[in-house]
């Protein structure tokens, strides 16, 4: 089990470029969860999955936010048109809900955002 | 909603003192409760849960944390804390949903500083 990947670890990108992250979850986990934060601050959810559904969606996902995970397996978050307040470590994490003793969140090692 | 307090932003401890670190929460149920660790460059680290049963919770190393239900408080405690305990420290706190659990909310996290 070689734990949550995510892809870029590290992201330049000028204001109003899109940009995309890619997670890889626990391969048996099926919930994989979003989460950014940033400097000084603890992780903010954004959006959870439970195998390909989309199931909750934070009030911090703007409309040019969006993410997916088609197979239910990895999943990509899209920023469009990113803004400077953008910047932040997007992570991500997995779990797997067989009971509740498989509630733990797993986290990647995060994406980190700079917005120029 | 539910919140997460973590009153202290930095605490300072000497190397084989003792350690409390504060956590209070809002949720209106039984809340599932986690203290997650930091090291600079790395990811979230799962130190101990709480989901229901003893009160007092045993994590890995060495920590520990008391859920009291009349105080709405998940404190951490380790009786000597070592060099390499320097870290960020997150409290969270989720909600079950459909069998799995929701999107976790963070506190804003304690730096911890050991002297030597």
């Known amino acids: 089990d070689t734990g949550v990947s995510q892809d870029p670890r590290h992201k330049i990108t000028k204001r109003g470029q899109n940009v995309t992250f890619r997670c890889d979850p626990i391969?048996?986990?099926?919930?994989l969860y979003w989460y950014r934060q940033t400097l000084g601050q603890g992780p903010e959810f954004l959006t959870y999955f439970q195998n390909e559904a989309q199931l909750e969606k934070s009030r911090l996902l703007s409309d040019r936010f969006s993410a997916e995970r088609p197979k239910g397996s990895f999943s990509t978050l899209e920023i469009q048109r990113t803004e400077q307040g953008d910047s932040a470590m997007y992570l991500c994490?997995?779990?797997?809900?067989?009971?509740?003793?498989?509630?733990?969140?797993?986290f990647g090692p995060g994406t980190r955002l700079t917005v120029t | 909603a539910q919140s997460v307090t973590q009153p202290d932003i930095h605490i300072t401890v000497s190397e084989g003192a003792s350690l409390e670190l504060r956590c209070n929460y809002s949720?209106?149920?039984?809340?599932?409760l986690f203290w997650y660790v930091q090291s600079p460059g790395q990811g979230l680290q799962l130190l101990l849960k709480y989901f229901s049963g003893d009160t007092l919770v045993q994590g890995i190393k060495g920590f520990e944390a008391e859920f009291k239900r009349s105080q709405s408080s998940f404190n951490l405690r380790k009786p000597s804390v070592h060099w390499s305990d320097a870290a960020e420290y997150f409290c969270a706190v989720g909600a079950q949903s459909g069998g799995g659990a929701d999107g976790l909310t963070f506190g804003k996290g304690t730096h911890l500083i050991i002297q030597p």
């Open positions: 994490a997995s779990s797997y809900d067989r009971d509740r003793s498989s509630y733990e969140q797993y």
């Open positions: 949720y209106g149920a039984t809340p599932y």
């Open positions: 391969s048996e986990h099926n919930r």
